[in-house]
């Protein structure tokens, strides 16, 4: 389903927040992305829905390779929930925020209310759709901002650390959350055993690199996560 090869992500000042990554991952394949703060984790996630250009490399998903053209394809097929729900809720109420990827590529009034309710449905929030984001617990709000993605039905859902900050009774919905959607996911994240109940497969990054990509039980191996950083 996704493939990245070669990928070089580089900044204005030539720092290199992804050097040379190459991984395959497969249709419904959950990863857990780790490394340590700065190991390059979140800039990869951008890279791959296209926020962060590429300086080297290729993404592709599916047959489509991302490039300018193909931009809002991929988009349609990959989406990101941000660490900060509040970087996707910016509208009065929650349906407006949910329904506000449909309407703009191009979705029917009447479709984009079906994928609304649809989305509030599947996360069973359906009483916040008239919420304002304001109004909204910090587990709610990281159900509203994965309904905002659901809603543009995407084959591939990327996290970045989606229990920070959250309660145990949040950070315990959101793994039902997570493990009840039938997605890929590459889930960004430092609470290893939030991954090793989802995921069944490490990437391990460190200074931009990828150093492992390998079963869950890397997870355990605490001498190697400390000579990552972790």
Avoid: W
């Avoid at 998903?61 to 193909?70: A, P, R, W």
């Avoid at 991929?74 to 509208?91: C, K, T, Y």
């Avoid at 009447?110 to 309710?117: N, P």
């Avoid at 759709?129 to 617990?137: D, F, G, N, T």
């Amino acid at each position: 389903m996704l493939k990245v090869k070669e990928l070089v992500i580089e900044y204005p000042d030539g720092t290199r927040a992804i050097d040379t990554v190459s991984f395959f991952l497969k249709e419904g394949e959950n990863v857990a992305l780790i490394g340590a703060n700065g190991a390059g984790k979140t800039s990869l996630l951008l890279a791959l829905v296209g926020v962060l250009p590429a300086s080297g490399g290729e993404i592709q998903m599916g047959e489509t390779v991302l490039e300018k053209k193909s931009l809002r394809q991929i988009r349609s097929r990959a989406g990101m929930v941000f660490q900060n729900p509040d970087d996707q809720l910016f509208m009065p109420n929650i349906y407006d925020d949910i329904a506000f990827g449909p309407r703009n590529f191009g979705c029917t009034e009447e479709e984009t209310k079906e994928r609304v309710a649809a989305a509030l449905n599947k996360l069973g929030i359906e009483h916040l759709a008239e919420r304002s984001p304001l109004k909204l617990s910090g587990g709610e709000k990281r159900l509203a901002a994965i309904a905002t993605v659901l809603a543009m039905e995407p084959e591939l859902l990327l996290f970045d650390e989606p229990t920070a900050f959250l309660d145990p009774r949040a950070r315990r919905n959101m793994i039902y959350t997570l493990m009840d959607l039938p997605q890929g996911k590459i889930i960004a994240t430092h609470d290893t055993a939030f991954a090793s109940i989802l995921c069944t497969r490490v990437i391990l990054l460190q200074d931009g690199r990828l150093v492992a990509d390998e079963g869950i039980e890397l997870l355990h191996e605490k001498e190697r996560l400390e000579a990552a950083g972790l």
